[in-house]
């Protein structure tokens, strides 16, 4: 497929997106709860709505999953996965750490990724087998090699108060082990730090597709190795995710291995 179209159709959304989150984050939204800690806010309903609008005029019978609408009836190969707002706790308090993320698969296989921090004006980027990018400069992974020396990110899932014990757990064991753990609350702005090297690697669980469609993606063509927590490779409807470099990877998902019964490493 002659993915130029798509490239400009994904820009274009992406541009008409951060112009409505600009708005919003200077004049602070109306918020309202999906869950104890999942807000929405009207900047997330807006840009949603502007991404979609630029998409189906384009491309009417593609299929589109956002993460305020849900997946479209369309039954297309060609699917636009879709966060209008990642990071929507941090732009409630006023904290320029958030990023609009679109994807583009076919036939399940993503072929291009977009991420956007309308704060910073960073925009992560990549097309299937031609590398990934900051702003027009090309990007890779990190090369740190030893654990005591990696800088490693994760976050929580909004209803982490149900089941808390084996989330701490891991959290404990990767900073006792790395240089130091952060917690950032933008899944993609996450993946897309370990694609540009300032984190080593990342981990969560319970993350949605549309938080790290165009992610994990970009994590990959920049040279990460993305899976969920059994070395399987990743697909962006599972839930559990494990993306760092080469030499990290490994190491990441040994002290990830923890027996959920007991609550304790696993032997082996």
């Not at 899944?187 to 370990?194: I, Q």
Request: hydrophobic share 45%.
């Amino acid at each position: 497929m002659h993915l130029d179209p798509i490239i400009q159709t994904a820009g274009d959304a992406v541009a008409n997106a951060i112009g409505i989150l600009q708005f919003y984050y200077e004049n602070r939204p109306d918020i309202r709860q999906k869950g104890i800690k999942d807000l929405v806010t009207q900047a997330d309903i807006e840009s949603e709505a502007a991404i979609i609008e630029v998409i189906q005029k384009r491309f009417p019978d593609h299929a589109i999953l956002a993460e305020e609408s849900g997946l479209s009836t369309s039954t297309s190969e060609s699917r636009w996965v879709i966060d209008p707002l990642d990071g929507t706790t941090n732009f409630a308090h006023g904290l320029p750490l958030f990023a609009v993320s679109i994807a583009f698969q076919e036939k399940g296989i993503t072929q291009m990724g977009i991420v956007a921090n309308p704060v910073s004006g960073e925009t992560f980027s990549a097309v299937i087998d031609q590398g990934a990018f900051l702003n027009d400069k090309n990007i890779t992974v990190s090369n740190t090699a030893q654990m005591e020396e990696s800088l490693l990110v994760t976050g929580f899932p909004y209803d982490i108060n149900a089941n808390p014990g084996i989330l701490l757990e891991r959290f404990n064991q990767l900073v006792l082990a790395a240089q130091a753990v952060r917690r950032l609350g933008s899944a993609a702005l996450d993946l897309c730090f370990v694609a540009c090297g300032r984190f080593d690697g990342f981990w969560e669980e319970r993350l949605k597709p549309w938080d790290t469609a165009a992610g994990e993606f970009i994590a990959r063509e920049a040279g990460a190795k993305v899976t969920n927590f059994g070395n399987q490779p990743f697909a962006i409807d599972q839930l559990e995710i494990v993306a760092a470099n080469t030499h990290i990877h490994p190491q990441l998902l040994d002290l990830l291995r923890i027996d959920a019964a007991a609550n304790k490493p696993l032997d082996g």
